[in-house]
């Protein structure tokens, strides 16, 4: 009867390639012939715990090499890439995609970079499209709309990062909070001083004093946003850096701000670890204002956090992201909702995101209703930031979180909003064919316009059929 073992061929046949082996060097060093290495090596036999115990003494080796390398994360990113439609009609089973990562672990990292590059062209693409539509604007030397292609073909989700985030999450816990962890791990004192001393920045790494130097008029949420993205700074440049070359960035200004979102996005997994972050999501029905407080986080925080939760096998809702000022300019954008907002030009007047401003930091909800038939849900509120004394300016913004209808039921401000119906919006009045709507400001792209000698119609335009 075969011993039990596990199936280890690609790890093992990566070990003896490192020490510069040969199949018949490593049968005769662990007393086996050299079929049964071809034989382990090909996972048509196990590595037994014997097998292990003879590796580790003739090569000094930690048996933690031969644990799991992270294999369920990438299984889980492996098979979430075959529910892809472009993979419709192949039928590929879970243990069909296991076994090829078990014994090809280069192919399937092959082909998750493969995908994720596929997934940034067909953003680019769809981006072009609507560049000719909008006036043939070109994005290829843009760089925020470089990063937010970046961002949107990882749906805005960093795995690794989030278990390197939730690690540090747990250290600084056990230190007593973020400032006692700077002191603790790397000798840095944070010090509060006056705005007028900071001199425009809110942070700042002193390193020849040893400290780091906060606005005093940050509020408490910030305070801890800005210690957390500094150690993402202090520890986790490599692997921040890794993600940002993988990401083809064309400037070098792509490139940092990539840097800095990926920096923010480590922050915010540090205050909001995920997995307490994505538990507490659901047992508070995505309560933005209810998780703020729990996690001592702001709205936006809270609200820019739910984009994030796309970690395979642990999904939840996934919500577009937008922040515009009250002029509708676009500051931030992140999707994973598929959400087609539009990319130039202003957005739909009857969407709240651009009412909320009469109604502060009161959450607006609204059903949404696109031209194809769409239905969306919209959460809406404005945000501050800066002020924090008297005399300092102030931003007010709106914010917005969407998902799409099949998920309103999970959310806790669906209660009140079942029986409303939905606001017919556009994505840009160019795009949009809805001709009796009297917000329009300019008419949609292929309609002539009727002359209104005899007949003032409501709204602006009339359009022949």
Known sequence: MEKL??????????LRKNLGLTQADMASDLDVSPSYVALMEGNQRPVTAEILLRLAKTYKLDMSLFADDGTPEILARLQSTMKDPIFSGIEISPLEVADVLSSFPGFAEAMLRLYTSYKEEQIVLADQRQAALDGGIDEGADPVAGVRRFLAARRNCFPGLDVAAEKLAAAVKEAGGLPFYLMQRHNLRVRRL????????????????????????????????????????????GDIQKFVQEGNLATESGRRLAYRALAG????????????????????????EALSRQFGTSFEQTAHRLTTLQKPGQERIPFFFIRVDSAGNVSKRLDSANFPFARHGGGCPLWTLHQVFTTPRTVVTQWLELPDGQLFFSIARTVSSGGGAFGLPRVDRAVALVCEASHVERLVYHKENTCVVPTPIGITCRLCQRDSCTSRSEPPIGRQILPDHYRRTDAPFGFSD
């Open 194 to 237: 006056p705005t007028e001393i900071m001199s425009g920045s809110v942070r700042r790494l002193d390193r020849h004093r040893h400290e780091v130097l906060l606005d005093d008029c940050l509020d408490l949420a910030s305070q801890n946003f800005q210690l957390a993205q500094q150690l993402a700074y202090l520890e986790s440049e």
């Open 265 to 288: 996005y480590f922050a915010a997994a540090v205050v909001m670890p995920y997995t307490q972050f994505a538990k507490a999501v659901e047992a508070r029905r995505y309560d933005v």
């Open 5 to 14: 073992g596990v199936y280890l061929g690609p790890r093992l046949r990566r």
